[in-house]
T-cell receptor, first 110, second 115 residues
Framework: RKEVEQDPGPFNVPEGATVAFNCTYS??????FFWYRQDCRKEPKLLMS???SGNEDGRFTAQLNRASQYISLLIRDSKLSDSATYLC???????????FGSGTQLTVLP | GAVVSQHPSRVICKSGTSVKIECRSL??????MFWYRQFPKKSLMLMAT?????????EQGVEKDKFLINHASLTLSTLTVTSAHPEDSSFYIC???????????FGSGTRLTVV
């Protein structure tokens, strides 16, 4: 079983659509959770951290369910510029190493 | 904000040669640096955790004699791919924790092609 699992997609949605990504992780001792986005042939960039209380940043809402070991990301009113690969990332261990999911590819169509 | 400078951004080398990739933290001290590898259409896989002044910790399946990591100062970590082969062609990225919390800064990556 992979440590961090995501639906690889691809998700092709029209502009303005709402899209949701899901992720599960296997290490119950994981400490921190994130969503990163990665554009083609670039380094990943932090989109947002994820907290149990849920957090929102503009059109993006992230949620963590520690009991189910489940993380979600909701993108509302999607823009063309949201097209990217979205990586579910979990930090664990004494060095807080990041473990990346395989990513979910999103393409927002005009 | 914190910046990690990674060089080179792109390198093409012949089979059997060695390639060194550098990551420098420009405005902070990076006690720990992480090295990742990413194959096309795959996610980042942690190769090793580099600690300043001590030996790196390698993930299972990563050959420490092939991927030499040196972290001699708080601002510089290097990864040397020795005796490179075409299957080593990949995107290599470094990352450092910034501050005591959950901030991580990534280098811009090195695209290695071994011919």
């Amino acid at each position: 079983r992979k440590e961090v699992e995501q639906d690889p997609g691809p998700f092709n949605v029209p502009e303005g659509a709402t899209v949701a990504f899901n992720c599960t992780y296997s290490n119950s001792a994981s400490q921190s959770f994130f969503w990163y986005r990665q554009d083609c042939r670039k380094e990943p960039k932090l989109l947002m951290s994820v907290y149990s209380s849920g957090n929102e940043d503009g059109r993006f809402t992230a949620q963590l369910n520690r009991a189910s070991q489940y993380i979600s990301l909701l993108i509302r009113d999607s823009k063309l510029s949201d097209s990217a690969t979205y990586l579910c990332v979990v930090a664990s261990g004494s060095a807080r190493q990041l473990t990346f999911g395989s990513g979910t590819q999103l393409t927002v169509l005009p | 904000g914190a910046v990690v400078s990674q060089h080179p951004s792109r390198v093409i080398c012949k089979s059997g040669t060695s390639v060194k990739i550098e990551c420098r933290s420009l405005d902070f001290q990076a006690t720990t640096m992480f090295w990742y590898r990413q194959f096309p259409k795959k996610s980042l896989m942690l190769m090793a955790t580099s600690n300043e002044g001590s030996k790196a910790t390698y993930e299972q399946g990563v050959e420490k004699d092939k991927f030499l990591i040196n972290h001699a100062s708080l601002t510089l970590s290097t990864l040397t791919v020795t005796s490179a082969h075409p299957e080593d062609s990949s995107f290599y990225i470094c990352s450092a924790r910034t501050g005591g919390g959950d901030g991580y800064t990534f280098g811009s990556g090195t695209r290695l092609t071994v011919v």
